[in-house]
């Protein structure tokens, strides 16, 4: 009997995490809600998801909960937790705001929308705060099956449909690799807690098994990321997806893939970072190289992200593969700046788009700038932050970490880095030219009348400057997550 209530959680075992218990408390509370809310009142519903993760953002500002290591090393809340999550709050919080108008004009919102994103948001806070195997693969699959709903979100567009079966069918691969090289490393340790892999990493007697399940977690964490040579899903998913989707998809799962990626091979398999650096390192090379060349072949801008989310994800695993207490806050610092960016460029898709209208292919943002200055002077600062070009933010990520990968003695990928950057420049450049120096096209749109999606997209672009001119508090908080 006293065994037996050893056993049992304790309030303290719960405590650091309240912020996820109220989020996902308050997803199932909201999918209960909407079943009494009519059409015409949904905005009650996106209301009350808003405010659901902005308790979330204000527990983990204050730190309610507190820290600590609980369920028996399971579920760890540290600084870099925190960080991650925070970020990952303000992303999902952008994503609804932007999609609220577009969703309701095409009648394509509901209750799930919201509950989906808070569902996926979930996992990804599961998912940076993982100590065990078990965790992680929890934290993947909530994420993972959400994301698959939401890209279907139009039941009745065919482009979306086959998207997402092509996610699911992709995704379900990548997590069987996953989670088979999680197998070949819990064989070798005989332990599910990465810290206990750690330990065990040094003296088991079972390299050759150790080394193959890194190689397939490498593969999985590559998927997630959107790494080449395993991005193919990526561009039919940006294409397909509806425009707040694609945005969703483009920034804070990144985000949470880099915190997976951080807890499987520095937490987990940190002894083997002389093999696994390599295997990053290389991944980071080719996703430079195939995301860059295949982006300047777009004529669609979303398709143009997509791969361009290759290019940025190489730059990624260049700060995880330079290692260290600096390449992680310089990756980290990447992760977190580029969801700021994919947001950005995906919120004037939004606010561009009407019903029965899609602005997402280059040449409709001929002639932006006479029609619209405003605008096309928030998609300016987004493109040349995605270029990398000074004062702002894009530049100072690109620069930590190639940096990083200098410092990790990796000199040969930093100047593939520079290299891939300056051929990157060439398509961001390309929309500027469009926006300014091509003739209107088509008869003027009318403005988007979503007020809050123009405050909040003007503040997001421009802060991409303003942040760019500030960017050292930002880079020292990346750092404070892996101090120690």
Same mark, same amino acid.
């Given at each position: 009997? @006293?065994?037996?209530?050893?056993?049992?959680p304790?309030?303290?075992?719960?405590?650091p995490?309240?912020?996820?218990l109220?989020l996902?408390?308050?997803? %199932?509370l909201?999918?209960i809600?909407?079943?009494?809310?009519?059409?015409?009142h949904?905005?009650?519903t996106?209301?009350?998801?808003?405010?659901v993760?902005?308790?979330?953002?204000?527990?983990?500002?204050?730190g309610?909960g507190?820290?600590?290591t609980v369920?028996?090393?399971?579920?760890?809340?540290?600084?870099?937790?925190?960080v991650?999550k925070?970020?990952?709050?303000?992303l999902?919080?952008?994503?609804?705001?932007y999609? *609220?108008?577009?969703l309701?004009e095409?009648?394509?919102?509901?209750?799930?929308?919201?509950?989906?994103v808070?569902?996926?948001?979930?996992?990804?806070?599961?998912?940076v705060?993982? !100590?065990? $195997?078990?965790?992680v693969?929890?934290?993947l699959?909530?994420l993972?099956l959400s994301s698959?709903?939401?890209?279907a979100?139009?039941?009745?567009s065919?482009?979306?449909?086959e998207?997402?079966m092509?996610?699911?069918?992709?995704?379900?691969?990548?997590s069987?690799l996953?989670?088979?090289?999680?197998?070949? @490393?819990?064989?070798?340790?005989?332990?599910?807690?990465?810290a206990?892999i750690? /330990?065990?990493?040094?003296t /088991?007697?079972e390299?050759?098994?150790l080394?193959?399940?890194?190689?397939?977690?490498v593969a999985?964490?590559a998927?997630? $990321?959107?790494?080449?040579? %395993?991005?193919m899903w990526?561009?039919?998913?940006?294409?397909?997806?509806?425009a707040p989707v694609?945005?969703?998809?483009?920034s804070a799962?990144?985000l949470a893939? %880099?915190?997976?990626?951080?807890?499987?091979?520095?937490?987990?398999a940190?002894?083997?970072a002389d093999h *696994?650096?390599w295997?990053?390192?290389? $991944?980071?090379?080719?996703s430079?190289l195939? !995301?860059n060349?295949m982006?300047?072949?777009q004529?669609?801008?979303?398709?143009?992200l997509?791969?361009?989310?290759v290019?940025?994800?190489?730059?990624?695993l260049?700060?995880?593969? !330079?290692?260290g207490e600096?390449?992680?806050?310089a990756a980290?610092f990447?992760a977190?700046?580029?969801?700021l960016?994919?947001?950005?460029a995906f919120g004037?898709?939004i606010?561009?788009?009407?019903?029965g209208?899609?602005?997402?292919n280059?040449?409709d943002?001929k002639?932006l700038?006479?029609?619209?200055?405003w605008?096309a002077?928030?998609?300016?600062?987004v493109?040349?932050?995605?270029?990398?070009?000074?004062?702002?933010?894009?530049?100072w990520?690109k620069l930590?970490?190639?940096?990083?990968?200098v410092?990790?003695?990796?000199l040969?990928l930093a100047?593939?880095?520079?290299i891939?950057a300056?051929?990157?420049?060439?398509y961001?450049?390309r929309?500027i030219k469009?926006m300014? %120096?091509?003739?209107?096209?088509?008869?003027p749109l009318?403005?988007?009348?979503d007020h809050?999606l !123009?405050?909040?997209?003007?503040?997001n672009?421009?802060?991409?400057l303003?942040?760019g001119l500030a *960017?050292?508090?930002?880079?020292a *908080?990346?750092?404070?997550?892996f101090?120690?």
């Amino acid at each position: 009997m @006293i065994a037996s209530t050893a056993a049992m959680p304790t309030a303290v075992d719960v405590l650091p995490l309240l912020p996820e218990l109220v989020l996902v408390g308050g997803a %199932f509370l909201l999918l209960i809600v909407d079943l009494f809310i009519g059409d015409r009142h949904k905005v009650w519903t996106h209301c009350l998801s808003v405010l659901v993760l902005i308790a979330v953002l204000g527990m983990l500002l204050t730190g309610v909960g507190g820290g600590g290591t609980v369920f028996n090393g399971m579920f760890v809340r540290d600084t870099a937790a925190d960080v991650m999550k925070v970020a990952i709050i303000v992303l999902s919080l952008l994503t609804l705001i932007y999609g *609220w108008s577009y969703l309701r004009e095409r009648k394509l919102y509901s209750g799930e929308v919201s509950v989906l994103v808070l569902m996926a948001t979930a996992g990804m806070m599961v998912l940076v705060s993982a !100590g065990s $195997l078990v965790m992680v693969y929890l934290g993947l699959e909530l994420l993972a099956l959400s994301s698959y709903a939401l890209v279907a979100v139009d039941r009745d567009s065919r482009t979306a449909t086959e998207a997402a079966m092509k996610y699911i069918v992709l995704g379900s691969l990548a997590s069987g690799l996953l989670l088979y090289g999680m197998s070949l @490393i819990y064989g070798a340790t005989g332990t599910l807690n990465l810290a206990e892999i750690h /330990t065990a990493i040094m003296t /088991t007697k079972e390299p050759v098994l150790l080394l193959t399940g890194t190689i397939f977690m490498v593969a999985g964490v590559a998927f997630k $990321l959107g790494a080449a040579p %395993f991005h193919m899903w990526l561009p039919d998913v940006y294409q397909g997806a509806t425009a707040p989707v694609a945005l969703f998809v483009s920034s804070a799962p990144k985000l949470a893939a %880099f915190g997976m990626a951080w807890r499987l091979l520095e937490v987990g398999a940190g002894p083997l970072a002389d093999h *696994w650096r390599w295997l990053v390192a290389g $991944l980071a090379a080719l996703s430079l190289l195939v !995301g860059n060349l295949m982006a300047i072949m777009q004529s669609n801008l979303k398709r143009m992200l997509a791969y361009s989310t290759v290019s940025h994800i190489g730059f990624l695993l260049m700060g995880l593969a !330079g290692g260290g207490e600096y390449g992680y806050a310089a990756a980290l610092f990447y992760a977190i700046s580029y969801g700021l960016m994919s947001t950005a460029a995906f919120g004037v898709i939004i606010a561009l788009s009407r019903q029965g209208f899609e602005a997402e292919n280059i040449n409709d943002f001929k002639g932006l700038n006479a029609r619209n200055p405003w605008m096309a002077g928030l998609m300016l600062c987004v493109m040349a932050s995605l270029a990398g070009i000074p004062p702002f933010l894009g530049f100072w990520t690109k620069l930590t970490v190639l940096n990083a990968a200098v410092q990790g003695g990796m000199l040969w990928l930093a100047i593939v880095g520079v290299i891939c950057a300056v051929i990157g420049a060439f398509y961001y450049l390309r929309v500027i030219k469009v926006m300014y %120096f091509d003739d209107p096209v088509g008869q003027p749109l009318p403005k988007n009348q979503d007020h809050l999606l !123009g405050v909040v997209l003007g503040v997001n672009a421009l802060g991409l400057l303003i942040l760019g001119l500030a *960017w050292n508090p930002i880079m020292a *908080w990346c750092q404070q997550a892996f101090a120690g």
